[in-house]
């Protein structure tokens, strides 16, 4: 899929035109981008647009969420003694 153009419907939101990239196909759709958080605030922001922080990881944090353990792995204790 492809974004053809697309029309602002409000501050927050737009309208999307979309249309598939395989040419046997040739399907068009409509969609909508909506601005829903921030996850790092803007230097320079709106007073008129005011957005909820967004819930879950810090924003620049690396740190990957484990599959199936607790919370992070931590490096095991090596006994060096020999």
Known sequence: MIVRNSEVQTATSRELRLACTNDDCRAVLNGQLVLISTRVPSACPNPAIVFAAARGRAPHDDTPTPAND????????????G
């Open 70 to 81: 607790p919370g992070p792995l931590t490096p095991a204790a090596t006994d060096m003694s």
